[in-house]
């Protein structure tokens, strides 16, 4: 049928469209839409054949590994042990799995709901050639109307009605899913990340000092229990050192020596910046250096790398990752590249014996976002 032909067609009225048939109906918006059905075989045109039922179960079967994935899902956001334990600390195996698993569930639970779509598509859908003439603007108001039958009889025909073993494995995966979805939308307003107030964990970082304790700057030596505390003359002019907080409480605690190594908010740059060299500092940051020294945050405030590379010649800071650039002699605020915030800086100073130690936490939050921040 041409599309000047299905436009000479005589538009049924009002009440004739109440007397048709859900089939003549979808018949008509077939032929408002210029479709012409050249050929149409439905996969089993015999209902409650042993094929059909092995296909509705091979189809169920992968709408219930996506229930069963989407519940497994749900087991592991919500149970699984998700507080961050230090690499060699007892239960870091578990910790690290958490996120594998958690993804690894939700990925199965969609990878399966759709294979599952796709095998009822691939099963049951009838194999059919439409040829339709192409159409200028909107559809009109008749073929509007008629639509719903039309996509009525598209269910029909493919028996999702009496298929109750695939509408039921398919609403159960769907609905786990979206309530795995829900919770995990709505969770993370569950917890409160201020519950210790002043003492909840993102308030302050290993730099914190607890109990009067000194807090020394220490260097990583590859062994946690061999401590090697930072003195200015150890350092040469123009050059960086990772450092790490450490107090003599700790000395002799493996666990602790690693902890400190490893907390994620503790790595610090110590920059001794060449004699002579023009400084800007922050408003009332003035005394955070000693002389020379220079103590920054090593977690990028772009998306917290550790920006491990000091260029002394023109004397920035680099993060790898997205090349971004923080200007030492002037309180790393960033120059260039993503990052927008300046690396904390970290208040020092020479104790009587010679040795490097910090003032106090930083006085501000590490890395880059945070809730109380406005920017
Ligand atoms: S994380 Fe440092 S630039 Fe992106």
Known sequence: MTTSESHQQRT????????????????????????????????????????????????????????????????????????????GEPGYDLYALYTPVVGGMFGLCVLALGIGVIAYVKKFFPDEVSVQQRHDGASDDLARRTVMAQLAKAGKDVGIARRSLIKRSAGAAAG???????????????????????????????????????????RDTGHPEEISLVRPEDQEAGSMETVFPFRESERGDEEALLHALRKSDNPVMLIRLRPGTHVIEREGQENFHYGDFYAFSKICTHLGCPTSLYEAQTQRILCPCHQSQFLATEHARPVFGPATRALPQLPITVNDEGYLVATSDFIEAIGPAFWERKS
Not at 57 to 74: E, K, Q
Not at 193 to 216: A, D, F, I, M
């Open 12 to 87: 049924p009225t009002a009440a004739e469209l109440e007397d048709m048939t859900p089939d003549e109906l979808a018949t008509l918006a077939a032929n408002l839409d210029d479709v012409v059905v050249v050929h149409n075989q439905r996969k089993f045109p015999i209902p409650g054949t042993r094929a059909e039922k092995r296909a509705e179960r091979a189809v169920a079967g992968w709408f219930i590994i996506s229930a069963l994935a989407g519940l497994a899902f749900l087991g592991s956001f919500l149970f699984w042990p998700w507080e961050y334990v230090a690499p």
């Open 176 to 218: 786990v899913m979206g309530l795995g979805l829900g919770i995990a939308a709505v969770a993370p307003l569950v917890h409160n990340p201020w519950k210790e107030r002043e003492n909840s964990p993102l308030w302050h970082t290993g730099w914190r000092e607890t109990n009067g304790e000194v807090v020394y700057l220490r």
